[in-house]
């Protein structure tokens, strides 16, 4: 190929059937359990498990695909909170705590690959060797946020292809460092400490006194227009610059899932663009088509609905 050509596929979260449809529409063909494209790449954004009815398919089909070298795949932040779970902290707990909400967001992981299996361990290895983001000539991909100084700061816990060395990932999950606020922000988002009083509950009943900020969107300056997921108390929040600016200036395009966009997949922005569109929440799961473009272009998405029409 003399220019690239990939595909890069938003958060699956264990719906392999929508999977499965969705390389097909792309124009993949499964041969010896693998997916294939004779002139295209695919990439996964992350967040194969948690949620979804059959994750130890969509756990097969990808990792075939990247053993194969049909795909490459970064690590979302439920893969990278799997790994958590299991890790002791080596004070008689766990790295990531036991509590019922963690439980709860945890459970169908654990129930559909018998925790403390053979299969398991086999599923948090391959977790562990995922990239935290890739780049190419051209593009970015990463799971949640692309935010250069948060890169810099995690660098030095990662190795030449972007995975967490052994002690890098100890670090990163060591509540308090400086590898652990870093992964927090490029896996799972920039957060802002709302005003004193407010709070938000999110998808999943959760009160939240932190918002998540639209970093893709170079106009979103104070909380009223950065904040997401508050939009029927939007005009409660003060008009006032945020604390941090994590918002993305550069030209580069970058493609990243997490957000549970509503609707129909749609470009966020020209150089910006969430492939996240709810699949676990009967919405669709989405691609984006990329052959070197430098502006991203809605009719490059393709997407199919989370439950089939047949």
């Not at 946020?145 to 660098?155: I, K, N, T, V, Y």
């Not at 927090?184 to 900020?213: A, N, T």
């Not at 941090?244 to 129909?264: A, C, K, N, Q």
């Given at each position: 190929?003399?220019?690239?050509?990939?595909?890069?596929?938003?958060?699956?979260?264990?719906?392999?059937?929508?999977?499965?449809?969705?390389?097909?529409?792309?124009?993949?063909t499964?041969?010896?359990?693998?997916?294939?494209?004779?002139?295209?790449?695919?990439?996964?954004?992350?967040?194969?498990?948690?949620?979804?009815?059959?994750?130890?398919?969509?756990?097969?089909?990808?990792?075939?695909?990247?053993?194969?070298?049909?795909?490459?795949?970064?690590?979302?932040?439920?893969?990278?909170?799997?790994?958590?779970?299991?890790?002791?902290?080596?004070?008689?707990?766990?790295?990531?705590?036991?509590?019922?909400?963690?439980?709860?967001?945890?459970?169908?992981?654990?129930?559909?690959?018998?925790?403390?299996?053979?299969?398991?361990?086999?599923?948090?290895?391959?977790?562990?060797?995922?990239?935290?983001?890739?780049?190419?000539?051209?593009?970015?991909?990463?799971?949640?946020?692309?935010?250069e100084?948060?890169?810099a700061?995690?660098?030095?816990?990662?190795?030449?292809?972007?995975?967490?060395?052994?002690?890098?990932?100890?670090?990163?999950?060591?509540?308090?460092?400086?590898?652990?606020?870093?992964?927090?922000?490029?896996?799972?988002?920039?957060?802002?400490?709302?005003?004193?009083?407010?709070?938000?509950?999110?998808?999943?009943?959760?009160?939240?006194?932190?918002?998540?900020i639209?970093?893709?969107?170079?106009?979103?300056?104070?909380?009223?227009?950065?904040?997401?997921?508050?939009?029927?108390?939007?005009?409660?929040?003060?008009?006032?610059?945020?604390?941090i600016?994590?918002?993305?200036?550069?030209?580069?395009?970058?493609l990243?899932?997490?957000y549970?966009?509503?609707?129909?997949?749609?470009?966020?922005?020209?150089?910006?663009?969430?492939?996240?569109?709810?699949?676990?929440?009967?919405?669709?799961?989405?691609?984006?088509?990329?052959?070197?473009?430098?502006?991203?272009?809605?009719?490059?998405?393709?997407?199919?609905p989370?439950?089939?029409?047949?």
């Amino acid at each position: 190929m003399s220019e690239p050509h990939y595909d890069i596929i938003g958060d699956v979260h264990g719906h392999a059937d929508a999977l499965r449809r969705l390389l097909i529409k792309l124009g993949y063909t499964e041969s010896y359990y693998v997916f294939q494209h004779d002139t295209r790449k695919a990439i996964f954004v992350g967040d194969f498990v948690d949620r979804g009815p059959d994750q130890r398919e969509v756990l097969r089909i990808v990792r075939n695909m990247c053993e194969a070298d049909t795909a490459s795949a970064v690590l979302g932040n439920h893969e990278f909170n799997a790994i958590a779970w299991a890790r002791p902290n080596g004070q008689g707990g766990f790295l990531r705590e036991r509590s019922e909400k963690n439980k709860r967001q945890h459970a169908e992981f654990l129930h559909q690959l018998e925790e403390g299996s053979r299969e398991y361990y086999d599923a948090l290895h391959w977790f562990e060797q995922l990239p935290v983001w890739l780049e190419f000539p051209g593009l970015r991909v990463i799971h949640a946020c692309w935010h250069e100084p948060s890169c810099a700061d995690l660098r030095p816990y990662l190795d030449s292809r972007t995975r967490f060395t052994e002690e890098g990932l100890r670090e990163a999950l060591r509540r308090g460092s400086t590898a652990y606020a870093a992964a927090k922000i490029l896996m799972k988002g920039p957060e802002q400490r709302l005003p004193p009083g407010m709070s938000f509950f999110d998808g999943s009943g959760h009160e939240r006194h932190d918002v998540r900020i639209r970093w893709w969107d170079p106009r979103a300056t104070t909380f009223r227009q950065a904040a997401i997921g508050v939009d029927d108390r939007i005009g409660d929040l003060p008009d006032v610059e945020l604390p941090i600016d994590f918002r993305y200036m550069e030209s580069t395009p970058v493609l990243f899932g997490h957000y549970w966009m509503e609707g129909e997949p749609t470009i966020t922005f020209s150089n910006a663009a969430c492939l996240d569109f709810r699949v676990a929440r009967k919405g669709y799961l989405t691609a984006y088509r990329w052959s070197g473009e430098r502006e991203l272009s809605l009719e490059r998405l393709v997407y199919v609905p989370a439950e089939s029409m047949s």
